[in-house]
């Protein structure tokens, strides 16, 4: 026996195995916050596609015509065509430790396309288990566009022209969209990018991608787990 096992003056025998079971459970609350917190997709399931958590971000987009759904407690392929990959991915990942990238969907269906990253989790653990890292449907979130936009002083207009072009939306349909003419978005964006320093499109795009990824706190109640 280890010294530091002893029941020391006052100590009550047994309570240092209590406090360690309610360490570990607060960390696994702290772990479940921090995931809720990040604007990036993720699922973790067993190999049968049974799901043990999935974050805000991933309940959002699997909501909203993606090709993977959530039913019950499931996770499942939209179409027929991604069920036995999707399927072996998981079961690989997690009877062999194989990861992958899976490109799932259809241009043609109303689901479209999505790329999954396959994760095994089976490093001194128990029991082994995969992670799904889906891929974001836009450059950074609206709430990271209003704080970019918030730090440079872009005008209510200019803001709107940044998050659209974040959504990956063409200054022309930009310009469709709020009834202007192109010559207006063309200036909204020179304006945006000499307050903002950046010296050209592809600059001010990379500006977002860096941007951390913000979560509002105001949370949809179909959405909270």
Avoid at 15 to 29: I, M
Avoid at 131 to 149: K, N, P, S, Y
Avoid at 173 to 202: C, N, Y
Wanted: hydrophobic fraction near 45%.
């Amino acid at each position: 026996m280890w010294m530091s096992e002893f029941v020391q003056p006052g100590q009550v025998p047994g309570s240092r195995p209590r406090e360690r079971r309610q360490a570990a459970s607060l960390s696994n609350q702290w772990m479940g916050l921090v995931l809720e917190e990040l604007d990036h997709g993720v699922v973790l399931l067993n190999g049968a596609g049974r799901v043990l958590h999935s974050n805000l971000a991933a309940r959002a987009s699997l909501d909203d015509n993606h090709p993977l759904e959530l039913v019950g407690q499931h996770l499942r392929a939209r179409l027929l065509t991604d069920a036995v990959p999707l399927a072996e991915a998981l079961e690989g990942a997690e009877a062999s430790g194989r990861r992958c990238l899976l490109r799932l969907g259809d241009d043609r269906a109303e689901c479209g396309r999505a790329n999954v990253v396959v994760v095994p989790l089976n490093r001194d653990v128990n029991q082994a288990a995969v992670l799904l890292i889906l891929e974001r449907r836009q450059l950074c979130g609206d709430l990271a566009a209003q704080w970019f936009a918030l730090r440079y002083q872009l005008t209510p207009a200019e803001t709107e022209v940044l998050k659209a072009l974040s959504n990956g939306v063409k200054p022309t349909e930009v310009a469709q969209r709020q009834g202007v003419a192109i010559s207006t978005v063309r200036s909204q964006i020179q304006s945006i990018r000499a307050k903002s320093g950046a010296d050209s499109i592809g600059e001010l795009m990379r500006q977002l991608a860096l941007l951390p990824p913000l979560v509002s706190s105001l949370r949809p109640a179909k959405l909270v787990n």
